[in-house]
């Protein structure tokens, strides 16, 4: 093992100790950028908790590595994203394929793929997009097509709150962080 992978790797076991201390209740993944001098925590969990608990997940990380050659790295708090054959088929309501040919008949050609993730009681549509975060049109592309796809898929969704399914609709940059 090169030294920059021990340096990494105790890096990374720090900053899941110190995690692990947080009572973060999903699995995580680590990556460190170099060239951007940047640290990535993924969770794979709800985006609601990830927005609920960046600021705190961030501290923990920065405490973790405040002692390593990573110091000075920004940290980055993102979802990342799981998939399986499994949760497609739940609640077919949101038919993937389906969402898939509404966005390209509202011409949204940025959309790279779109992921739907099932717990009970509730679905998570993630769309992911190849927007950059520097584009100042960003923001305002992700909140329309979250309007259309809420506005499309009105009668699904309500049916679905109707039996206490939680549904929430995020948009991702390429980056992986969310735009909305």
Do not use: C
């Amino acid at each position: 093992m090169s030294s920059n992978q021990r340096i990494f790797e105790k890096a990374n076991k720090a900053i899941r100790t110190r995690l692990k201390e947080e009572n973060i209740p999903y699995q995580i993944s680590i990556a460190i950028t170099f060239s951007e001098e940047r640290v990535d925590v993924l969770i794979a969990g709800r985006q609601t908790y990830i927005d609920e608990n960046e600021k705190n997940i961030k501290k923990a990380t920065q405490e973790a590595i405040r002692n390593t050659i990573y110091k000075g790295y920004s940290v980055h708090v993102n979802k990342t994203f799981t998939y399986s054959i499994e949760t497609d088929k739940q609640y077919n309501e949101l038919n993937k394929e389906k969402i898939r040919w509404i966005l390209k008949d509202k011409g949204y050609a940025k959309v790279q793929r779109v992921l739907k993730e099932i717990e009970p009681n509730f679905v998570g549509l993630s769309i992911l997009t190849n927007i950059r975060p520097n584009d100042g049109t960003s923001t305002r592309y992700g909140k329309e097509i979250n309007k259309d796809l809420r506005k499309a898929l009105g009668k699904e969704i309500n049916t679905l709150k109707k039996d206490n399914v939680l549904v929430e609709i995020h948009i991702y940059y390429i980056s992986g962080e969310k735009v909305i």
